[in-house]
């Protein structure tokens, strides 16, 4: 079983940088494709950013293309993502999961992945 501990959140002003970390402990993740998903209040949970084992594709949301960089150490185990610019529509719990075995990558759908952390709240002040 592999269990997702997401950190680096935090109270932020427009135009802010956080670095949102997501580590790993049990089973190993250095094979699979991770993500990271947002959710705010009253809003459905939606796709970030995803990276593959390699760290060599990695996938946006157009909302955060430009300004989100996610990247992975599978020595550490961890993924990150590097958020430049921040906008208050940005706030929102941020949740790291791992990609379901026999998926085809790349899959934006929450269904898709598994071993949700318990997220790490992201606040962006106008």
């Known amino acids: 079983q592999v269990q997702l501990v997401e950190s680096g959140g935090g109270l932020v002003q427009a135009g802010g940088s956080l670095r949102l970390s997501c580590a790993a402990s049990?089973?190993?993740?250095?094979?699979?494709?991770m993500a990271w998903f947002r959710q705010a209040p009253g809003k459905e949970r939606e796709f970030v950013s995803l990276?593959?084992?390699?760290?060599?594709?990695?996938y946006y949301a157009n909302s955060v293309k430009g300004r989100f960089t996610i990247s992975r150490d599978n020595a550490k185990k961890t993924v990150y993502v590097q958020m430049n610019d921040l906008k208050p529509e940005d706030t929102a719990v941020y949740y790291c999961?791992?990609?379901?075995?026999?998926?085809?990558?790349?899959?934006?759908?929450?269904?898709?992945?598994?071993?949700w952390g318990q997220g790490t709240q992201v606040t962006v002040s106008s």
């Open positions: 049990g089973r190993t993740v250095s094979s699979k494709t």
């Open positions: 999961a791992v990609q379901k075995n026999g998926v085809i990558f790349p899959s934006e759908l929450p269904f898709d992945y598994t071993n």
């Open positions: 990276i593959s084992w390699s760290g060599s594709n990695t």
